[in-house]
């Protein structure tokens, strides 16, 4: 199939740090042309991919230096851009939310839109119900909750290669991880709390956006000053494998309705045991007492650290070989493409398209 | 003439508080009914207009409580509208950046875009080439520079109600006034070190956003303890005019490309003098030893507070009655309007358009 990619310009695809939804579409792009498609993908020229890469803007912008930038136009020229070539592929494939929504209605049933971020937000449920033709995929079912009525075709969990992360020759090092941003619904204050009555050091690595400042500042960094707790700050994906390879456990003991929580399942790729909270998609991503513990209170992620210990670095592997290998992931993609596709044939014709 | 008004959903029409668009948006709908025209004002249901009203959210976003809300939705239904409802009006007039190209590219013709921010944007200049079929009014000569090959039909400066501010009964109560939003870019440090230069007092009437937290307590916070300067929150209109009246000038030492600059005319209605830093459109506002002084160094905005001490209160408002009233506003987009109109006529047939 001829299939285009659209990824988010936030962040370079793969992201040099931080970056989930370009990450996800990194793996996803990759794993689509090991089983033999064509694959476009439109991005920021700053990608490192296999695929053809169609560049829409110099670099990814949040680590771009110049001062003065707009992500909406940034955003629009793309799709103007994916719009001007759209009768060149089979199926487009959107990572952006909803701001193509403009651009496609009436070839909407020629794309697919996964909804990377949380949706309970006040204006979306306005926003879905006006642009219903186009199929939608979430990242998980708890997802969806926010946007029942909204047109749903399928739940696809992320992936990631099997061969970028490996269970460590010598893990357990004897710390707790916390890997990601610092922001309180992320909760690293929890995650020093859990350490502290585990007995055991937590290792923090994580971006400080320029909103959360303030809550640096004032609430995480004098929790720092222990001896404790080190913070290492933003990590690339080397240093990632030996930071989660080498923990005790992860610690995810997040505070908001995440939509799959990528980190669990980067952990789970390196044998490494997850704690992390009744929360969002949690549930969903770990296989309890398998790759590691649901937890509801410091008293619980406490214990779960402790029965953490025990768990086998090679049977959470081969749960992750299971069911979050980013081949996993590009082969249901590409039942959602095909089933698509029969809608199409089966449907009325669509004008418009060669 | 049937004219549609689209404002953005950012701040109420007009503004409670801090917001120029919205408020510029009130003015010229007020404007244009009094010149017998059929106004819509598209905008969050908070609006308190004489026009038809076509509310699109509940109210407006930046002091809606809701915790989670998204302005692209929420700009996007209010759009969907707007297009269903195209056909309703003889023009299409947006105050809304560029997220309205998508929509209109067949019935560009029928619109007019104002653009109220600033332009040198490093995305902008490739969106702005992508849709060039839009007819685009400046707000500043000045404003216009960073996008010289965009198809700008006219400058049309801003307006205010001829009865909104009047010259106060005994003005000059012997302080200056910096009135706006706490940043880097509008320099309150740099308007603090004036006044004290000058040896006057110095009120801060401002908004402080979240981006500006860091800001104001580590560069502003300090130098509010100087018993000079008096910092006085965020204000209404109601206590503008009596901010602006009394002050003996205002100052606006800003340190970015202005694109307009409301408040300078805003004290100009007041019949009060500004000193402004020769930046952005500020030339292009000021009659210099008229209606204020454009200067470059602290030094000499300390010799142009003392001599607009000198200025003619009187003279001044009636400078703000020559050039800046809503109506001169309102009457100069009349002739935009009109002049669209004369070019749909002998232009190729819109076929889309009954």
């Known amino acids: 199939m001829r299939i285009a990619q659209i990824a988010p310009l936030y962040e370079a695809v793969p992201p040099r740090f931080y970056g989930g939804t370009e990450r996800v579409v990194a793996h996803l792009t990759d794993a689509l042309l090991d089983l033999g498609h064509d694959v476009s993908l439109f991005a920021s020229a700053d990608a490192r991919t296999r695929a053809t890469l169609v560049p829409v803007r110099d670099q990814a912008v949040r680590l771009d230096p110049h001062p003065h930038k707009s992500e909406l136009a940034a955003h629009l020229s793309m799709m103007h851009e994916v719009r001007r070539r759209a009768y060149d592929f089979d199926v487009i494939h959107f990572h952006v939310d909803l701001i193509h929504f403009p651009f496609f209605e009436d070839i909407a049933r020629h794309t697919v839109t996964t909804l990377h971020g949380r949706l309970d937000l006040k204006d979306l449920p306005d926003a879905y119900r006006r642009w219903d033709q186009y199929p939608l995929v979430s990242v998980s079912d708890h997802q969806r909750r926010a946007l029942p009525l909204a047109n749903w075709i399928s739940t696809i969990h992320h992936g990631l290669p099997d061969d970028l992360y490996r269970v460590a020759a010598k893990p357990n090092d004897g710390y707790l991880a916390f890997l990601g941003r610092i922001s309180p619904e992320k909760r690293p204050d929890r995650a020093i709390a859990i350490a502290k009555r585990a007995g ?91 790759t590691g513990f649901v937890v509801s209170s410091e008293e619980e992620a406490a214990v779960a650290v402790v029965r953490a210990r025990a768990l086998d670095r090679g049977v959470i592997r081969g749960m992750f070989e299971r069911r979050f290998t980013a081949s996993v992931m590009a082969m249901r993609y590409v039942e959602v493409y095909r089933y698509l596709g029969s809608v199409w044939e089966r449907g009325a014709p669509i004008a418009a398209v060669a």
């Open 200 to 290: 055991l050091k937590l290792k923090i690595a994580a971006k400080i956006d320029a909103v959360d400042n303030t809550y640096f500042a004032e609430t995480i960094a004098p929790l720092l000053l222990d001896d404790s707790v080190e913070f290492v700050g933003e990590i690339n994906d080397d240093e990632k494998t030996q930071f989660l390879g080498n923990a005790t456990a992860l610690l995810f003991p997040i505070d908001w309705p995440e939509p799959f929580g990528l980190v669990m399942i980067e952990a789970i790729a390196c044998g490494t045991p997850v704690v992390a909270w009744r929360c969002g998609a949690v549930s969903e991503i770990i296989d309890e007492g398998v």
